[in-house]
């Protein structure tokens, strides 16, 4: 493992860590380095437990579909694949089955993370309960 | 390599009978190679009397490292004689900034109304760099890493002959982080100070006080010794001393900060002006 990870992340999982709202944090390479409690019921597991994820690992583990055509979404096509793949912010609605065996329609909201040097440190993820 | 502390008030500068002690200069650090190449730690206030006792002696190329900008960092240069010597070279490294380069950045203190002279008439050879990543000046190793303050910027850590002095003034460290509860690697500025023989670092509140200054980008007495400890440093030097805490409160506070390191060996001390650190007069460390 790095020294230390670089201080945007360190200071998104500050913010996660405080907040009520899902978030997952990911590195360059899509590794999931980071979710926070209340993420834990999307993946089942808590990060204690699980510790980092692989982009295989984690973008599989709530069988995201797509609410409109029915089928699977590969990770890559998730918003936070795109904001990693493409280093833009993405926005989607999902349906889910989390870890729990809940279906859910939720949100993403998913943004390139870049640090002050403009260097691209990763991804965060905040999942939002779809509303109605 | 050897340390002299010229400043380690944080802030503000604070002269006055109740400052005598520990000194009322804001921050400066006076490093030197074991080839005598002289690196600079920040130009608050301590940096003017730096400047002074070089008198002729100045060498022709110094390095100025500032980790950040704001202005008990910066304060002193105008003050530096070395700065109007048009014989010598000043190399500044700074934390990098998306919006502006660091010449804009200093200019924009070193420029009317704030100060009589613009930068660009200062008669001494400027040259200005990014200060990030790993940086080979002489035979060492300077590393300078984001580090959690308020706005940009950097710890540096200074690896030569087998010893390392880590700098970071100016941390909270504890914003939103349990520094007992989660791994080294999520701890900002651990990658600057593991390990390091010596360690400066922002001791800037009591416990009582940080409770009331959460996100001002300082450290409380339990932060800086949990990242001490965690960092496993060899000697941990307390710095960027409050602009109100006089001498006898910074003495309690390092009485508090000695009970919180424990039985561990080298309790933590205070800088003070004209501490003098000899990195290569101290053992080597296993860990190190």
């Given at each position: 493992m790095a020294d230390e990870h670089n201080l945007v992340l360190i200071l998104a999982r500050g913010l996660a860590s405080s907040i009520a709202t899902p978030v997952f944090?990911?590195?360059?390479?899509?590794?999931?380095?980071y979710f926070n409690e209340p993420a834990e019921g999307i993946l089942g597991q808590s990060y204690a437990d699980s510790g980092s994820m692989t982009l295989e690992e984690w973008g599989t583990r709530f069988r995201p579909i797509d609410p409109g055509s029915g089928t699977p979404i590969p990770p890559e096509d998730l918003p936070l694949g795109i904001a990693l793949t493409h280093r833009r912010p993405a926005h989607g609605p999902l349906h889910i089955v989390g870890a729990d065996g809940v279906a859910r329609e939720i949100a993403v909201t998913a943004l390139p993370l870049f640090a002050k040097s403009d260097e691209f440190i990763g991804a965060m993820a905040i999942f939002w309960e779809a509303e109605g | 390599m050897r340390a002299r502390i010229w400043g380690s008030r944080g802030s503000l500068a604070a002269p006055g009978p109740e400052t005598v002690r520990y000194g009322g200069n804001t921050s400066c650090v006076e490093v030197r190679l074991a080839n005598d190449t002289l690196l600079i730690l920040d130009a608050g206030t301590g940096i003017r009397p730096l400047g002074v006792a070089l008198g002729a002696d100045v060498p022709r190329r110094i390095h100025l490292f500032l980790s950040h900008l704001h202005l008990d960092h910066l304060q002193g240069l105008p003050f530096f004689g070395p700065l109007w010597n048009p014989d010598v070279e000043i190399h500044i490294w700074g934390p990098p900034s998306p919006t502006r380069t660091l010449e804009q950045s200093i200019a924009r203190y070193l420029s009317p109304p704030l100060f009589p002279v613009h930068l660009q008439d200062v008669p001494c050879r400027l040259r200005f760099h990014d200060a990030r990543g790993d940086?080979?000046?002489e035979e060492a190793v300077v590393r300078a890493m984001p580090v959690s303050h308020q706005g940009p910027t950097v710890g540096i850590r200074i690896e030569s002959e087998g010893r390392i002095l880590a700098y970071i003034p100016d941390h909270e460290p504890g914003l939103a982080v349990d520094l007992r509860a989660v791994e080294p690697a999520w701890i900002s500025g651990h990658?600057?100070?593991r390990g390091a023989d010596v360690l400066i670092h922002d001791s800037q509140y009591t416990e009582d006080e940080y409770l009331r200054?959460?996100?001002?980008?300082?450290?409380?007495?339990?932060?800086?010794?949990?990242?001490?400890?965690?960092?496993d440093v060899?000697?941990?030097?307390?710095?960027?001393?409050?602009?109100?805490?006089?001498?006898?409160?910074?003495?309690?506070?390092?009485?508090?900060?000695?009970?919180?390191?424990g039985e561990r060996p080298n309790p933590p001390v205070l800088a003070h002006e004209g501490m003098d650190l000899d990195l290569s007069a101290l053992p080597k460390r296993a860990s190190a």
């Open positions: 944090l990911v590195d360059p390479e899509g590794t999931l380095v | 940086l080979g000046i990658g600057v100070a200054k959460v996100g001002w980008g300082h450290s409380s007495l339990d932060h800086v010794v949990q990242f001490a400890r965690i960092a060899g000697q941990l030097v307390m710095f960027h001393h409050d602009p109100l805490h006089t001498d006898d409160e910074l003495e309690r506070m390092l009485d508090r900060a000695r009970e919180l390191w």
